[in-house]
């Protein structure tokens, strides 16, 4: 059945246009009328949707019907558009080879590189984020033990009037080191801390609280402590919004900036006051870390988080050195990454996150994580040389990869080549253009198939013209076997007396075989059956000439040896050397009912008498000496007159005489068998009493049945004569033929 999809028009093998090739789709196949259907109902649909909302539900399920034909549409064409697609891009050789190469070769290949670059990308980002959350506690640490020794120094103040002192001294010594570090004094309230084992319960008072030391530009200086803050103080991040300085745009949003802030108290079990130490996270802290680290800090900023009491403190302006500037530059390699920073909401105490944007230098940084970093060998370490081996390897990698594709590519494009000129000069041939060569572009196995496809052209061009030439050949045998043919009697010979059959097969188109009937006056009637040696066009040639020579001989001639001398004397001088002809010729008299019987060289005769008796009826084999006619033994022929013999045979109604040719008696089998004289007489023994055309028949049938499947190897030709009642001359018969 043909498929419901296709088109009537491409069923009826016609190649439609485009449009009409549209139409019978969208109208004539499933898919499109279901294409077709729904963009109606979706157009209705929607153009109803402006003037009734809501849709009732029944047109609501009419339009959800028409989104589901919409989607199945969709769905067919997207997967007849790559099969579409598969079939054009991947018909040809040459692409199927680039796809499978890339698929197998290139894309391992860059998937192993890329693999291998995420991972030391993610190893170098993993270990920059623990560098520079490692620095930052590191400068937690340093602020809570600046934070706690200021403290001390604060108690070993033996009056208030030296706390401002201390406060100063401390903050412009750090300074130095942390730029706006800031320094606060708060009063602390409700605060006891059990666990303490200073004697002293309470701390002496400092005057009036809070004081202040330092700049505090980043931050409002806190004047209390919040109460979340224990005994043992705080060291942590904090982070704010600060305004946009003098040297930020007109318009600038607000930035997020961190400080690190440390909380101490004295070591009493109830502190009456606390110092509060900010370090804000300006561009010395952060070269600082770039030296150390290898790794530039950029930008801050908070994860906001719905859930939870998030709240930034405001600044009064942005510290004017930022985290980052041009002396704070990548080196050679800068990928950007972030760092995840837990910082401290101030008043409530709920640490949320901050991310602090990276530039990571890997050649430092792997320098600086080298495990045998400090074996150097002349100017460069050890590690240094392990990185460019490594450097080194992946860039022989990479070059060998690239050479590989290029070998590929070219493998690919010499293979499909070489397919595609096959596969033109295919075409070619099936366009019966046999004289097209293709190009040999190498002396490889695709070069010598190519020689031979253009050496196997040239021999089909041979071949055309020599089967031309035998198919010519064979035209004019067939003519000339039908030329041969008509040479022999025509049609049934009708003689009162005398049942006469008679039946030839060339092994060739033409054969050198040849009988005759030669009636020679009103009771006498002559019988001739010959065999030119060899087969095909010279046999019959001649046979030809025999024909004319016998049908003039026996009118000469009454006795069958002195017709087979003359014949002799007749074609010697002319035959060629390598060629003879046999021949057996008998003269029945009805009218004496003898046969007289001569046999040059030729097969014997088979005679089988009638049933005179009631005894068994036997064959008798005849085989009179004679030479073969057309040797050149002697000059004269006087070896042939002499060994010719001629024998006279009475006749008797119901006697059989058989005249064959050796291609009867000489059929070979499979094993290469003869069927022999003796079996041929004695299948004429045995079916002598057949019916006369039907004993020629099981003749026949017998030899090709022993023979099988075994080629005829020889022309084949026999005469039946079987002697019957005479009751009118044979002249009266000849002339009713």
């Keep these: 059945m043909p498929d419901p999809d296709r088109p009537l028009a491409l069923i009826a093998g016609q190649t439609p246009s485009p449009p ?83 698929f197998v070769g290139l894309v391992p290949g860059l998937l192993i590189v890329t693999f291998f670059l995420l991972a030391g990308l993610l190893l170098f980002f993993n270990v920059s984020s623990y560098l520079v959350q490692s620095r930052v506690r590191s400068l937690g640490d340093q602020a809570r033990f600046l934070a706690e020794s200021t403290v001390l120094d604060l108690q070993r103040s033996v009056s208030p009037a030296r706390v401002d002192d201390t406060l100063d001294r401390r903050q412009e010594s750090a300074e130095s080191r942390y730029p706006f570090l800031s320094v606060a004094v708060v009063p602390v309230f409700d605060l006891r801390c059990p666990d303490r084992s200073t004697a002293r319960a309470v701390s002496s008072p400092l005057g009036p609280l ?19 803050v224990g005994c043992e103080g705080f060291s942590g991040l904090l982070a704010y919004e600060a305004e946009p300085g003098p040297a930020d745009p007109d318009g600038a949003e607000d930035r997020t900036q961190l400080v690190m802030r440390a909380v101490a108290f004295p070591d009493v079990r109830e502190p009456g006051w606390a110092l509060v130490l900010d370090l804000p996270i300006t561009a010395t802290v952060g070269r600082r870390i770039r030296e150390e680290t290898g790794i530039v800090l950029g930008e801050a900023s908070v994860m906001p988080i719905d859930d939870a009491d998030q709240r930034l403190a405001h600044g009064r302006m942005l510290v004017p050195e930022g985290p980052a500037d041009a002396e704070n530059a990548p080196g050679i390699l800068g990928p950007q990454w972030v760092v995840f920073l837990d910082y401290q909401d101030w008043e409530g105490g709920d640490t949320f996150n901050a991310l602090v944007g990276i530039q990571i230098n890997v050649w430092e940084i792997y320098d600086r994580i080298s495990a045998v970093s400090s074996a150097r060998m002349t100017s460069v370490n050890f590690g240094q040389l392990l990185l460019a081996v490594l450097a ?81 050949l064979e035209q004019e045998l067939r003519t000339a076997r039908d030329i041969q043919m008509k040479l022999l009697p025509q049609g049934p010979l009708l003689v009162p007396g005398l049942a006469v059959t008679a039946y030839c097969e060339p092994a060739r188109e033409v054969g050198g075989d040849y009988y005759d009937f030669l009636p020679l006056d009103d009771r006498r009637l002559g019988f001739l059956i010959a065999d030119v040696s060899g087969k095909g066009t010279s046999a019959a040639l001649y046979m030809a000439e025999l024909k004319g020579l016998m049908l003039s001989l026996s009118r000469i001639h009454e006795s069958p040896r002195e ?134 028949e099981r003749i026949v049938m017998d030899v090709r049945s022993f023979a099988g499947s075994a080629d005829q190897h020889d022309d084949m030709t026999m005469l039946l004569l079987k002697v019957e009642d005479i009751p009118v001359p044979v002249a009266q018969a000849f002339a009713t033929v």
Excluded at 23 to 36: E, I, V, Y
Excluded at 73 to 94: D, G, N, T
Excluded at 211 to 224: C, K, S, T, V, Y
């Design 20 to 102: 009409a090739a549209l139409r019978a789709w969208l109208t004539r196949t499933f898919s499109g009328r279901a294409l077709l259907v729904g963009l109606v109902v979706k157009v209705v649909t929607t153009l109803t949707r402006f003037a009734v909302s809501p849709l009732p539900s029944w047109l609501d399920v009419i339009d959800k019907v028409g989104s589901l034909a919409l989607i199945f549409a969709a769905a067919y064409l997207i997967a007849r558009f790559v099969m579409w697609a598969r079939r054009r891009l991947l018909w040809r050789v040459r692409r199927k080879l680039i796809l499978s190469y890339i």
């Design 210 to 228: 809070p004081i202040f030391a330092g700049p505090w530009r980043h931050l409002d200086p806190p004047e209390r402590l919040p109460p979340w």
């Design 392 to 472: 080194l390897v992946g860039a022989l990698f990479l070059v060998i990869q690239f050479v590989a594709l290029m070998i590929g590519f070219a493998l690919a494009r010499q293979i499909t080549g070489a397919v595609h000129d096959l596969f033109t000069g295919t075409e070619h041939l099936r366009n019966r253009q046999f004289s097209h060569q293709i190009p040999v572009r190498a002396r490889d196995q695709l070069g010598e198939l190519a020689e031979s496809f253009n050496v196997m052209t040239g021999e089909i061009t041979v071949l055309l013209l020599e089967n031309a030439k035998k198919e010519r």
């Design 563 to 696: 017709l087979l001398i003359a014949a002799n004397h007749a074609i010697a001088p002319h035959i060629d050397a390598k060629s003879f002809i046999t021949m057996s010729y008998i003269v029945i008299d009805l009218d004496r009912s003898v046969m007289t019987y001569a046999r040059a060289g030729h097969c014997p005769l088979i005679y089988l008498p009638g049933m005179h008796g009631e005894g068994p009826r036997h064959a008798s084999v005849l085989a009179p000496d004679g030479l073969v006619v057309g040797l050149k033994l002697d000059d004269g022929g006087a070896l042939f007159d002499s060994l010719l013999e001629e024998v006279t045979v009475p006749l008797r109604p119901g006697d059989l005489i058989v005249l064959f040719t050796d291609g009867f008696s000489e059929a070979m089998n499979e094993s290469f068998d003869c069927f022999g004289e003796q079996r041929l007489s004695h299948l004429i023994e045995q079916h002598g009493d057949l019916p006369f055309e039907e004993l020629r």
